[in-house]
């Protein structure tokens, strides 16, 4: 009986810490970049590596994510080895909360896993015409003779735009070089004037 409360006990601070820098997270980075860093950590067959983007509370979100992963296994194994009612419950309220979790997360990861804007989205306005702009490609939108060229090849220049950054596959390449290919599903932060000949 007392395993079972030192577990319980472990689990209940476990969700509360979780719980705590989710929302931590959505308050400095919103809830999109939240659910896309959560898809990253849980959902990537291959891992989650540590990158540029490596901040306090992508590495808590990684420590408690193992921490769970050891109080499942501590949980799983004290139930086979010692079997009781109050073990079932345990292990029976960590699976419900594991699915419901995943659940949510995964509903949500495909929420934002296609881009959502519009081809040209108006994120920032500015004086005399100028905006920041988050521009989605897409093989069907009118920019799809982006697709497949480099940066100096479009000579956005020319036509009052500067690409302040690209967003691929959750990769952020700010001031992107002359030589970057755009590729299919890419979303360009863009400064500058959109006119009808742009």
Known sequence: MRG????????????????SLYCLQVRRAGLRETVLLLNRLF???KGYCCGEEENSVVFLFRLVSKMGGLLLTACTLRFFLVPDYYGFLLLLFIASGVSFGWLYLFRRARAWAVPAPAAWERIYSLPEGYAVFLVALNKKEAEED???ATLSQLDLRKKNLL???ILRSGRLIVFPKGQEVLSAGDRLLI???????N
């Open 43 to 45: 959902l990537e067959k």
């Open 163 to 165: 690409v302040l950054a």
């Open 191 to 197: 400064f500058g004037r959109k006119n009808n000949n």
């Open 146 to 148: 982006w697709i497949g």
């Open 4 to 19: 079972f409360f030192i577990l319980f006990l472990a689990v209940f601070l476990w969700s509360l810490a979780f719980f």
